[in-house]
């Protein structure tokens, strides 16, 4: 029986050159383990072999070099990679492909993909990880069911790190944008636009950072309590491709503020849909004044 780490080992071998060594620094720092013979005993224990691909190789040469063997042949080198690639498999044969590129690859027999496929999450943890939030012994202490899709594997994760991280709201700030990240990548556009605009929320209540707000915190240059750029951006792409309004924007982040319930609050209610509002129309004169009274009012207080 394997443990985790080798699954996720022989997950991370499957496809690479012969070249391939288990010597990333994480196997010692992230998981204590030292991974030295673990190929080795892959191939001993029928679950990893080494086949020629003349496909992967080809995915692996650079543009130019797939260019110089198609003019060799006196073939079209316009279009992009996988034009190019495409283009070799159709005009050469398998054994002058075999030829070309002669490199030896770690495959999974079939054992080998079924070992990985029954522990699939092992991976999506490690491509996701984030020390304390999303990782082998999170997943332990959360009883993670091993037969969620990638979807439901990375919520259950963030959900669990989520109640555990209880008063502690730089780390709840860390795991909405770590849920926004994972959203977006799969395209969950409702999901991501909420942890965006509880991202925004935690930015202007003052608790994405544990430090004590100065006035030199709030200078709207280098503070970190602001609509972040990117999350302008963001916003931005979700109007732009699925035709809504700053309107819309502003219902969905009332929303939030109703249901994300904060202990204190470094800009009211009233004034962060003020600055989200001024942020997606391009006020900027606005913003700027809203932060210079807000400073104003900080120094006041401490003098």
């Known amino acids: ?15 690479q050159p012969q070249t391939f060594k288990l010597t990333q620094t994480f196997w010692r720092h ?7 013979s673990w190929l080795v005993n892959f191939e001993r224990a029928g679950l990893l072999r080494l086949t020629v691909s003349s496909e992967l190789s080809l995915q692996q040469k650079m543009v130019a070099e797939l260019k110089r063997l198609l003019q060799a042949h006196d073939l079209k ?14 005009a050469l044969t398998a054994a002058e492909l075999t030829a070309y590129f002669p490199q030896t690859f770690y495959q999974l027999t ?20 984030v020390a304390g939030i999303v990782d082998f012994a999170a997943a332990k202490r ?3 069911p091993k037969n969620l899709d990638l979807v439901a594997t990375l919520t259950w994760l963030l959900d669990a790190a989520q109640v555990q991280a209880d008063s502690d709201w ?14 977006w990548q ?3 556009v409702g999901t991501a636009l909420n942890a965006v605009l509880d991202c925004i929320r935690l930015k202007l209540a003052g608790l994405s950072q544990a430090e004590e707000k100065t006035v030199a915190s709030l200078d709207l240059a280098t503070t970190a309590y602001k609509v972040e750029p990117f999350y302008t951006y963001i916003l931005q792409r979700i109007m732009q491709d699925y035709s809504l309004e ?5 219902a969905a982040f009332a929303q939030r503020c109703q249901l994300l319930q904060v202990p204190r609050q470094l800009f009211s209610d009233h004034e962060m849909q003020q600055l989200l509002h001024w942020t997606l129309t391009d006020q900027r004169q606005l913003i700027q004044q809203c932060y210079r009274q807000k400073q104003k009012q900080l120094r006041e207080a401490s003098a």
């Open 1 to 15: 029986m394997l443990t985790e780490a080798e699954i996720l080992a022989l997950s991370l071998a499957a496809g």
């Open 30 to 36: 992230r998981y204590q383990v030292d991974p030295q």
């Open 77 to 90: 080198v316009s279009g992009r990679k996988a034009v190019l690639i495409a283009r070799l498999q159709t």
């Open 110 to 129: 079939p054992t080998g993909a079924e070992l990985v496929a029954q522990n699939h999450y092992v991976r999506w943890i490690h491509d996701h990880y």
């Open 142 to 144: 959360a009883n993670l």
């Open 170 to 183: 730089p780390q709840y700030y860390y795991i909405e944008h770590l849920r926004f990240q994972f959203a």
């Open 186 to 188: 799969n395209q969950l």
């Open 246 to 250: 700053v309107t819309d924007i502003m």
